[in-house]
T-cell receptor, first 114, second 108 residues
């Protein structure tokens, strides 16, 4: 079964450093998303991406965050200057045009900011 | 803004029991999703519903659009069903809004 692949699975970074979280969505999917889950809390929407541009973003997705699809396969989330409160599990998800089979989520990247 | 509420928050069952998890949402949607999250953190999509009922193995999901309510049932529960079950709602290709999850523990 096709998978959404996320790397790294766990990243520890110093406060103020830049991090890039990587995702490889399923090849025929057209809609891409980043979500995050702070430990013990609900999963929260960050941003959606379609046709090489952001289609929607949440209040969380401020100027410190950016997304890119640099080469037609990878989908990246960059946090420019990490804060302690950015520590969370970050999930990439994708869905096909017809929404058949629903969303497919990656296994997540656990980001720890120290 | 859509509010998604799940009940119960925690559920403990004995192997073989029939389990029901409920989800209510406040604003009309195009689809409701039931997701499963294991201790390692990964999220797996179980069902996407826009009306009626779906069944996959021992799992059954129903939705009542008028009442803005959905249920996830597990028949003949098994310890391997132990996980967090999450309800999420959304509009066509738009963001998902998640419930807080139901922690299910099934004892042998």
């Amino acid at each position: 079964e096709p998978e959404v692949t996320q790397t790294p699975s766990h990243q520890v970074t110093q406060m103020g450093q830049e991090v890039i979280l990587r995702c490889v969505p399923i090849s025929n999917h057209l809609y891409f998303y980043w979500y995050r889950q702070i430990l013990g809390q609900k999963v929260e929407f960050l941003v959606s991406f379609y046709n090489n541009e952001i289609s929607e973003k949440s209040e969380i997705f401020d100027d410190q965050f950016s997304v890119e699809r640099p080469d037609g396969s990878n989908f990246t989330l960059k946090i420019r200057s990490t804060k302690l409160e950015d520590s969370a599990m970050y999930f990439c998800a994708s869905i096909a045009r017809g929404r058949e089979n629903g969303y497919t989520f990656g296994s997540g990247t656990r980001l720890t900011v120290v | 803004k859509n509010e998604v509420e799940q009940s119960p928050q925690n559920l403990t069952a004995q192997e073989g029991e029939f389990i029901t998890i409920n989800c209510s949402y406040s604003v009309g949607i195009s689809a409701l999703h039931w997701l499963q999250q294991h201790p390692g953190g990964g999220i797996v999509s179980l069902f996407m519903l826009s009306s009626g009922k779906k069944k996959h193995g021992r799992l059954i999901a129903t939705i009542n659009i008028q009442e803005k309510h959905s249920s996830l049932h597990i028949t003949a529960s098994h310890p391997r069903d132990s996980a967090v079950y999450i309800c999420a709602v959304g509009t066509s290709y738009g963001k998902l809004t998640f419930g807080q999850g139901t922690i299910l523990t099934v004892h042998p």
